[in-house]
Nanobody, 121 residues
Framework: QVQLVDSGGGLVQPGGSLRLSCATS????????MGWYRQAPGKQRELVAT???????NYAISVKGRFTISRDNAKNTVYLQMNSLKPEDTAVYYC???????????????WGQGTQVTVSS
């Protein structure tokens, strides 16, 4: 059984920083793209950033230059460094990964349980 456990959220003042982590465990053959999404109250879930296994990244325009996504393939973990946080970054953040559990089987998408990030003075 594959599990994604995300952590690192909390309450931070505007302009502050947080680092989110997402550890993947279970029976895994290979992990392809990993990413972070967020959902604010009353809004749809939106993409924040993604990273390929080779390290190519993609960011939402609203976070570009402030957030940095990275991954450690040896640890099956993805990170999101968030700097210069704004109140509008307040949301539940979810990690996401495309994982192949068995050789020859098509990869599937998995989600973490979410971690709350609140930016407020």
């Amino acid at each position: 059984q594959v599990q994604l456990v995300d952590s690192g959220g909390g309450l931070v003042q505007p302009g502050g920083s947080l680092r989110l982590s997402c550890a993947t465990s279970g029976s895994i053959f290979n992990i392809y793209a990993m990413g972070w999404y967020r959902q604010a109250p009353g809004k749809q879930r939106e993409l924040v950033a993604t990273i390929t296994r080779g390290g190519s990244t993609n960011y939402a325009i609203s976070v570009k230059g402030r957030f940095t996504i990275s991954r450690d393939n040896a640890k099956n973990t993805v990170y999101l460094q968030m700097n210069s946080l704004k109140p509008e970054d307040t949301a539940v953040y979810y990690c996401n990964a495309e994982i192949r559990v068995v050789f020859g089987r098509a990869p599937s998408e998995y989600w973490g349980q979410g971690t709350q990030v609140t930016v407020s003075s």
